[in-house]
């Protein structure tokens, strides 16, 4: 199994930036894809960005696009989420998940390992 424990979340106004982290321990961190999900207040659990076993392919949600930057770090364990330019409709949770590599790693359902998640609110 894999642990995943998220960092960074906290209030930022409209426009702002924010940077999430993500620290993996317990098996060989490149051996998955990992992804950041979101939940906002009443909607239900979505794939926001994603990124191969490698860090050679990534996939952004058409809501961020251009706005959210997933990257990884395999000799930290570590997986980022780099979110510029927030809007009050980026309030949410979010949490980073991780697959085996040999998963689709841009299928929501392929994710089978979560963190905690951390409370991320955009201020109008």
């Known amino acids: 199994q894999v642990q995943l424990v998220e960092s960074g979340g906290g209030l930022v106004q409209t426009g702002g930036s924010v940077r999430l982290s993500c620290a993996a321990s317990g098996r060989t961190f490149s051996d998955y894809h990992m992804a950041w999900f979101r939940q906002g207040p009443g909607k239900e659990r979505e794939l926001v960005v994603a990124i191969t076993w490698s860090g050679a392919s990534t996939y952004s949600a058409a809501s961020v696009k251009g706005r959210f930057t997933i990257s990884r770090d395999n000799a930290q364990n570590t997986v980022y989420l780099q979110m510029n330019r927030l809007i009050p409709e980026d309030t949410a949770v979010y949490y980073c998940?991780?697959?085996?590599?040999?998963?689709?790693?841009?299928?929501?359902?392929?994710?089978?390992?979560w963190g905690q998640g951390t409370q991320v609110t955009v201020s109008s």
């Open positions: 998940a991780a697959t085996i590599w040999r998963k689709d790693y841009d299928s929501r359902e392929a994710y089978n390992y």
